[in-house]
């Protein structure tokens, strides 16, 4: 779907939902609460999150920018098939989501910042589909790896109401596989700048968030 519907967004949107977050909306979001023990965890410590929000190409190089954030891998969890392929999930038989697996010290950036960023860099209201990507492989979702992580996906969904016109369809489930994405899909964006999906539908999200979030960016 990704390479089909490039000429569509250049005359008609750059894939974002038109509903839309406002900065005055975000700074009102407000998520804290007692269930953020990652706080106190000791530097050099990582913990896994494994996050659906549309197209990997995409979310994978905004999480790559984020301080704390140590690898950031493209691929596929949520499905019925083991080891399944990119066209495989494609086609919407496989029951995967096109998913990103986050490693990070919960010393820097926690659980609870990393879905914040979440929250705000895809639409959560729109079931099945993130712009022109439409189909299951691109739903949103949380796959949880502990009590812990559930409790702060519940939270901060629950708080990213106020930020959000329309009700929030993000599935969150627990955890039970990924499966690394094919070589060509790791770290697309960085090393496809000028391929059409990249610069006419990724280009302008990542502008987007390294506005909001530059007070988490790497230097």
Known sequence: MKYKFILLAMIATTGVSAQTTTSEKVTTMTTTSQSDIQTTTPSGQTEIATLGAGCFWCVETIYQDLQGVSKVESGYSGGRVDNPTYDAVCSG???????????????????????????????????????????????????????????????????????WDNPIVTEISAFDKFYKAETYHQNYYKTNPNQGYCSIVIAPKVKKFRQKWAHKLKS
């Open 93 to 163: 038989t496989t029951g995967h989501a096109e998913v990103i697996q986050v490693t990070f010290d919960p010393a820097v950036i926690t659980f609870r910042e990393i879905l914040e960023v979440f929250f705000t860099v895809h639409d959560p209201t729109t079931l099945n589909r993130q712009g022109n990507d439409v189909g299951t492989q691109y739903r949103s979702v949380i796959y949880y790896h502990s009590k812990l992580q559930k409790t702060v996906a519940e939270e901060v969904k629950e708080a990213s109401k106020e930020i």
